[in-house]
């Protein structure tokens, strides 16, 4: 190995005392392979276990806790007793060359696809309206009730208990991306007037509730992280100050990780008393060391790892890169970063190892990344 990439493979002890053997996390990546059910299907198994094989934390993509809150076709589901023996296999594989297995778990909220909900409803804090994943016409979310606020907490909390009997050694509980949680944070998504309207409950009441399963039913050493969105590009939306705010909150409760949900790692803060600051620079100020943070976006080869890394990230994941390419930890340990493949290429014969539905995605250029053809990319 180069010995600057050394850093990289340095063990990192968690909050809750579990060592992490490198500073690799496999992102959790929406792969639309799942079976209609949301059971774990056969092409998941070799896809991600060749994925979490030589990184030290594996992150499974986002599973629904309840199926009010599905929202991508082909989704995994963490939200009933069927779930369970796929799920084992999953962990099983995730996490049998050394690298700790952490399942996602998720509520689309809005994001939900009307055609994937039971009755094809979809709800979210407060009434509005939105594009879900791979939809060309919006649809209309309905406000939640009280009741189902309380029931979505209490299914994270199911999702957690199903997590822990599948053997997975943690979960990351989905505080980004405009879904659920991150949607009760936010003053665009959220404009109720009773208790919910404050956007710190609900992230912290689901923390509660997967921190009291956690006690209640696994041991000291699984882990607990919590993914956020940085900024918003609605108005009035969650702005760097409101982060400040969720990020000090979250420093100080029990979990283990925070993970920040970029594009670019390197990016800056679009506007507010922040404006030009670099995001990931703020974000460890604001935790002070409490916990370790995950940073991503746009790492495609060994350098942009190591200028990840040399952010202050003491936690770097990989997503879209070991999508192109599940060798790309193994390369750089071997010294062999010069043959890691950075680029989509539609003429791979063996297309860069994913399953079927997620080639195709790839192929139709659903996901911003370089590709050897001019074909254009768009993100939904």
Do not use: C
Not at 108 to 122: D, H, K, N, Q
Not at 143 to 155: F, G, K
Not at 231 to 240: A, R, T
Request: glycine letters at 8%.
């Amino acid at each position: 190995m180069n010995e600057k990439y050394e850093p990289l493979f340095k063990s990192l002890k968690l909050p809750n005392g579990v060592e992490v053997r490198n500073r690799f996390v496999l992102a959790p990546l929406t792969h639309v392979s799942s079976n209609e059910d949301g059971t774990i299907s056969d092409i998941e198994i070799p896809y991600i276990e060749k994925r979490s094989k030589d990184v030290g934390i594996s992150i499974s993509a986002a599973s629904y806790v309840e199926p009010l809150g599905q929202a991508f076709p082909g989704q995994p589901s963490v939200s009933k007793e069927e779930d369970l023996p796929g799920l084992t296999k999953q962990a099983e594989v995730m996490k049998k060359n050394g690298a700790k297995a952490l399942i996602q778990i998720h509520h689309g909220g809005a994001m939900s696809l009307p055609g994937l909900t039971p009755t094809g409803e979809v709800a979210a804090p407060s009434e509005v309206e939105v594009r879900g994943f791979g939809q060309k016409e919006p649809h209309v979310a309905r406000a939640l009730t009280v009741e189902e606020i309380e029931h979505s907490i209490e299914s994270f909390a199911n999702a957690t208990k199903i997590a822990i009997e599948a053997g997975f050694d943690g979960v990351e509980i989905h505080g980004a991306n405009h879904y659920l949680i991150h949607q009760f944070f936010s003053p665009y998504y959220n404009r109720r007037e009773d208790a919910w309207g404050d956007h710190l409950k609900y992230p912290l009441a689901v923390i509660d509730a997967v921190t009291k399963v956690v006690r209640e039913h696994a041991s000291p050493d699984f882990i607990v992280g919590y993914r956020f969105s940085p900024e918003e590009v609605e108005s009035p939306g969650i702005s760097m100050e409101l982060t400040e705010k969720l990020v000090k909150t979250l420093s100080e409760q029990p979990i283990d990780y925070l993970h920040v949900s970029l594009m670019d790692i390197h990016s800056t803060t679009r506007e507010g008393q922040y404006k030009g600051e670099q995001r990931v620079k703020l974000l460890l100020d604001w935790i002070n060391g409490r916990v370790p943070l995950i940073g991503i976006g746009s790492i495609f080869t060994a350098d942009d790892a190591l200028a990840a890394y040399e952010t202050g990230s003491p936690l770097i994941a990989l997503g879209r890169e070991l999508l192109l390419d599940h060798q790309f930890v193994s390369k750089i340990e071997q010294g062999k970063e010069d043959e890691i493949i950075s680029v989509f290429d539609p003429e791979r014969t063996d297309k860069h190892d994913l399953p079927e539905p997620l080639w195709k995605q790839f192929n139709a250029g659903f996901y911003p990344l370089p590709r050897t053809d001019e074909k254009a990319s768009n993100t939904k």
